[in-house]
Nanobody, 121 residues
């Protein structure tokens, strides 16, 4: 059974930092493209960042230079370091795994339950 479990969300003031973690089990980690998505109330799902087999990280323009996606494949862990947080970063953040980034953009693959991030001004 595949499981993705996020942690690390919380409430911070604008300009603060948070580090999200995702522990993955039930799949061969290195065979998958990993990503962080978010969904704010009343908005659609947004890909925040992904990292696939090439090891190259791709970021949404809105988070470039502020967020960093990383992984420890030996521990089946995915991370998202979020710095200089803004109120518009407030959302539920989801960890996802799929055979390709396209799979994830289509909403397929494996998804966690999410962790809430709230940024106050």
């Amino acid at each position: 059974q595949v499981q993705l479990v996020e942690s690390g969300g919380g409430s911070v003031q604008a300009g603060g930092s948070l580090r999200l973690s995702c522990v993955v089990s039930g799949l061969t980690y290195n065979n998958y493209c990993m990503a962080w998505f978010r969904r704010a109330p009343g908005k659609g799902r947004e890909r925040v960042a992904n990292i696939c087999s090439s090891g190259v990280a791709v970021y949404a323009d809105s988070v470039k230079a502020r967020f960093t996606i990383s992984q420890d494949s030996g521990k089946n862990m995915l991370y998202l370091q979020m710095n200089m947080l803004k109120p518009e970063d407030s959302a539920m953040y989801y960890c996802a795994a799929g055979p390709s980034s396209i799979t994830l953009l289509l909403g397929n693959g494996y998804w966690g339950q999410g962790t809430q991030v709230t940024v106050s001004s």
